[in-house]
């Protein structure tokens, strides 16, 4: 009886009262997260997903490829580092289309692209083409690597994201597992189809699988709905208020007609105003260069530095020093000394620590373990540090501004791969070279992450269930 009371009493409020408008939070919390919100979440993950296999494969393409393609040590090291080097290019347009175009089309478009030209690569004859294929892939990456985080942002209920975002983060990390997983069942073959100029072998399917996930994740975002929160952003009430309402009908089960919302907070008219390209550049990047926003920036791209610095950086060679390690001569030695002989505040904060440390110490433990199963242990918990992504970009939904948020993410992701391609360089160049002096490097900036993390704001308490949305 209490709680028919109570449902009247919502309804009553929301329609009658004369403040009948709710901002996008509020209106989100009513929606409720359910089955809408989590096979949402699940083609967001594909992407990401898509976005981490795509260069992380290179660790297991490029050693396959060595001879067909003629490749270098170095050269390797040059094309493992070209998907960061993509990003880093991009990643400053992406956020501008991103926050003035829209996150569904933006997504779609890019991810199409990103397919179409990863797998083209797995026809080219020789290195020259197969590079160039590669680039105007890693050109298209950008987009399906960060925007999928400020989406999960704007569709969760606030009380909701940190958990979904770190069940996003952990699917990506086991999207991560696929890739061995694949090359473990693909490479192995030893299958050649003569194609003229070359021989199709199992390399080039591997390409191409790791490819099409952004295919099939873009083919069904074209299913999805717009971020409700872009379209509060361009003045789109009544868009707005649809996608509310299909988000509230997928998570109860019942019309969308019943969605209590009926008007939502608008920004002001002169925000809405078209403005000019350069003017809208000028408008998504300056308020990013103020002080206020600056000092955060900074410590995400930072703090994404130091994680993608080892995991897409050190982790490219983790294949090629396990495979020295293993079949190596190593009993009570070091996998440097082994590699020299051959060569002659809260949870998402809490978390943060615990894996920069955590992965800090191990990279640090690597120049003193002399067990070969100890080291290769050390060395596969690499991968952990993509733990951090997820919190790091929760952080940042909660900093940013909606209208600034996808430049900001993109900004922040940029300086992540910036680190990829510093630490896949520097590790291919140390790693034959001062090998110990590798595992400090890499350990040593994880802990200065680690250290670094404390400077975070505090997480922004959810909103209360008040009466508008308790019983709905």
Known sequence: MRAGKKIETVTEYVENSEKNSVDLDQALNIAGFGWYNAKYCLVLALFLIAAIVE???????????????????????FIASIPYIGIVITS??????????????????????????????????????????????????????????????????????????????????????LVPLLAWAILPTNF????????????????????ALFVIAATLMAFGSESPKYLVAQGKH??????????????????????????????????????????????????????????????????????????????????DILNRVISGNGEDMTACQVIAQRFNQDRKKTLLVIVFCLIGVFCILINFITDPMGFAVLLSSLPIMGLTIGPINSFAVEIFPTQLRGMAISLSMMMGRIGSIVGTNVAGVLINVVCEATFYLFGGLLLLCGLLTFLLPRSQPPLEQFKLSTHL
């Open 192 to 211: 050649r189809a003569n194609f003229g100029l070359y021989d199709f072998s199992p390399w080039r399917l591997l390409v191409i699988l790791n490819s």
């Open 55 to 77: 260069p992380v494969g290179y660790s297991f393409v490029l050693p396959a490829a060595k001879c067909d393609l003629q490749l270098t040590d170095a050269q390797r090291g």
């Open 238 to 319: 009544d868009e707005a208020i649809k996608v509310l309402q299909t988000i509230y009908s997928g998570n109860k089960g019942i019309s969308p007609e019943d969605y209590p919302v009926k008007s939502l907070k608008m920004p002001n008219s002169n925000e809405l105003e078209k403005r000019g390209i350069m003017t809208s550049l000028k408008d998504q990047t300056v308020p990013l260069m103020k002080p206020r926003l600056l000092k955060w920036l900074a410590l995400n791209g930072f703090l994404f530095f130091g994680a993608f610095a080892t995991l897409n950086g050190l982790y490219v060679w983790v294949p």
């Open 92 to 177: 400053y347009p992406w956020g501008y289309i991103v926050d003035t175009q829209g996150r569904k089309r933006t997504l779609i478009y890019s991810s199409m692209a990103a397919g179409f030209f990863g797998m083209l690569s797995a026809f080219m004859p020789e290195r020259i083409s197969f590079i160039v294929c590669k680039f105007m892939n890693a050109l298209c990456i950008a987009s399906p690597a960060a925007v999928p985080y400020t989406f999960i942002g704007e569709i969760v209920p606030q009380r909701n994201r940190d958990l979904t975002m770190s069940v996003v983060n952990a699917m990506q990390i086991l999207g991560s597992a």
